[in-house]
């Protein structure tokens, strides 16, 4: 497969409904491929023959375009939505799957589309080598931490450390799903590690939804806000807002 050419799964328009830029419509390009299994995952990140690319910004109608999808296609595609509703989107969101399993084309991609609008890249934070040499081309990283008490598999914490260090280089939040099973010792280890890496950066906790509806009682949710600002007091609780919207 050629450097500037990806396997993406879709391109839309929509508010982004997570952590520091909720509320901001973006234009999301999300990349196939992933390296972890959560437990809680929603998205089928597997590759296929076909990106579905909604026709036009908020229409909700898609069209199939083959993959692997070119930058000039991509770049075109975001361009003309940009140059009809100026100012509609605050930035690109390069999200997944895991986007840094194909940084060699993000590499290409980032400053093509960092000339049309901010990127902003959402990530598991467990690939930092392939991380580094794109930093300087984002505005934004949005950093999940993955908690075993919600994925299922051990937390990657030297993953996430060294991942955070380099992420840090622009401005990082860090987020994580919570869930009733979330003990207190996991939040401890997270604002911790927060701390001691990059203590300038937000902590986003995320409480799991569950059919449409927070999975988790308050109780426990407060407990484990609490847990975390005891070490970094930059913490923040926020559901996944475009589920209530009703919106990708
Ligand atoms: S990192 Fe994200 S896309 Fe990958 S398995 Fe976990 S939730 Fe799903």
Redesign the pocket.
């Known amino acids: 497969m050629p450097c500037n050419d990806a396997q993406l799964l879709e391109v839309f328009s929509s508010i982004q409904g997570e952590a520091e830029l909720v509320g901001y419509r973006q234009i999301f390009i999300r990349l196939a491929g992933?390296n972890?299994?959560?437990a809680?995952?929603d998205?089928d990140?597997s590759l296929r023959e076909h990106c579905r690319v909604e026709d036009a910004p908020g229409s909700g109608q898609f069209r199939g375009i083959a993959n692997p999808v070119s930058l000039e296609v991509i770049a075109s595609l975001v361009s003309a939505w940009v140059d009809a509703s100026p100012g509609m989107h605050h930035s690109i969101s390069l999200t997944?799957?895991?986007p840094l399993l194909q940084a060699p084309v993000l590499l290409n991609w980032a400053p093509v589309l960092r000339e049309i609008l901010p990127l902003h890249l959402e990530t598991?934070g467990t690939c930092a080598a392939a991380l580094e040499p794109l930093v300087p081309h984002l505005d934004m990283i949005s950093m999940?931490v993955?908690l075993s008490s919600v994925?299922g598999v051990a937390t990657p914490w030297k993953l996430h450390r060294a991942f955070l260090e380099i992420a840090s280089r622009t401005k990082v939040c860090v987020k994580a799903v919570v869930g009733e099973e979330t003990p207190v010792e996991e939040m401890i280890d997270l604002g911790r590690m927060v701390r001691q890496m990059s203590p300038d950066t937000s902590v986003y906790l995320q409480p799991v939804t569950q059919q449409g509806k927070i999975g988790m009682s308050s109780n426990h949710l407060l407990c484990l806000q609490a847990a975390v600002a005891k070490q970094h007091a930059n913490v923040r609780v926020v559901p996944q807002m475009h589920v209530f919207m009703n919106l990708l």
């Open positions: 992933c972890l299994h959560c809680y995952c998205t990140y997944g799957g895991e598991n999940d993955k994925t």
